[in-house]
């Protein structure tokens, strides 16, 4: 039976230094994968930690199906094992002197199942996962794809109320990455369980999720669905890490609903997407991402002439480094031909949806 995790005004503080995790708070409904994803050190681990019971918050509530499993203030510690959880790490962590089964199999070991029933769970578990034909092979004949399955399997072949995943592809290689991450959702679709996942690659969250909390320096700064954190991202940070690493500053002179326009001087202007509450003469920097831009392409509003600094041929695509108003931005067009030469003037589009308006609060938030 899966459950909601709730998570409020969460705070780890280790000896020294900022808080790991600094007042999150969040809820996954049944049934939901939520993603947390962010640098190494934002402090995402050590929240799928806390939820475990592996880690000892400072201050705030873990529930898991209503029923709270940490709270300090209220002396509350439920043990690991009794929160009715499943975990699956970056490392495999599967016994090497047991077979696919028998690893799997290892956690209805103290539970309540007759041999036939656990027996059949396993079948059922190894075959969603497409391991089933590898059931009596010893784990350490298998590749480290099918040995994370294995760790996947053993994790929820009992049904745990939740499912946390520490970054469980990043020990594999790229080919076989991309191709468990698509499985993996719908493995865990199909099992209807809720799970808290933990990644710093965006890729992956978008694939994963059905929501994603962006977090940096143990703080929840934006979590939405991939389409609202890639599309109207929170700050100047959730853009950047998400993809949007072009940059433009300027000054907003006039706005209109949510639109407004820049200028970035020497009487250039564009329209912008305002995403932060700005007024009028404030200095804004807004943020592109590289796909976004269209070279080649001139329509109406917001378009400009720059010149091309360098290019990267990518077979299926064309990276641009170009030159527009003094700053040098990155454009990407799709396509197997490399259309624009080095050197070369050439018309480009900043749609205005695309371009996105942020408070300027000195250097990049990204940096």
């Not at 640098?39 to 918050?57: D, F, M």
């Not at 002197?97 to 956690?107: D, F, G």
């Not at 939405?224 to 002179?253: H, S, W």
Request: proline residues 5%.
């Amino acid at each position: 039976m899966t459950a909601t995790l709730e998570v409020t005004d969460l705070r780890k503080q280790f000896a020294i230094g900022r808080p790991a995790i600094d007042g999150v708070s969040f809820v996954v409904p049944a049934g939901e994968i939520v993603v947390l994803l962010g640098p190494s050190g934002c402090g995402k681990t050590t929240i799928l930690r806390c939820v475990a019971g592996l880690e000892h918050p400072t201050s705030g509530d873990i529930s898991i199906a209503g029923r709270v499993v940490s709270s300090p203030k209220r002396g509350i510690l439920v043990p690991p094992r009794s929160r009715d959880l499943g975990m699956v790490f970056q490392s495999y962590a599967v016994w090497p002197h047991m077979t696919v089964r028998q690893n799997v199999i290892y956690p209805l070991k103290h539970r309540k199942f007759t041999r036939a029933e656990a027996n059949r769970k396993v079948d059922e578990v190894l075959e969603l996962v497409g391991l089933l034909e590898y059931a009596e092979r010893s784990v350490v004949a298998l590749s480290g794809g099918q040995m994370q399955r294995v760790a996947l399997a053993r994790s929820i072949v009992y049904r745990p109320q939740l499912l946390l995943l520490d970054e469980p592809l990043s020990n594999l290689d790229a080919k076989l990455r991309l191709r468990l991450r698509d499985d993996l959702r719908v493995i865990l679709k199909q099992t209807g369980m809720t799970a808290l996942y933990v990644t710093h690659d965006q890729a992956e969250a978008v694939v994963l999720g059905d929501r994603i909390g962006v977090m940096r320096d143990g703080k929840l700064l934006q979590i939405g669905t991939p389409d609202q954190i890639y599309n109207r991202p929170a700050d100047l940070f959730v853009a950047n890490f998400t993809g949007a690493t072009n940059e433009l500053a300027g000054t907003l002179v006039e706005r209109n609903g949510e639109f407004g326009v820049v200028d970035f001087g020497g009487g250039q202007r564009a329209q912008a997407a305002l995403l932060h509450p700005l007024t009028s003469g404030e200095k804004v920097r807004i943020a592109l991402r590289p796909e976004n831009i269209a070279i080649g392409k001139e329509d109406g509003a917001n378009s400009f002439t720059a010149r091309v600094v360098d290019r990267r041929y990518q077979g299926t695509q064309t990276v641009y480094d170009i030159d527009l108003f003094g700053h040098r931005l990155e454009v990407l067009e799709l396509g197997t031909a490399a259309r624009h030469q080095v050197g070369a003037q050439t018309p480009i589009c900043l749609p205005r949806d695309a371009c996105w308006a942020y408070r300027d609060s000195g250097p990049s938030s990204y940096d």
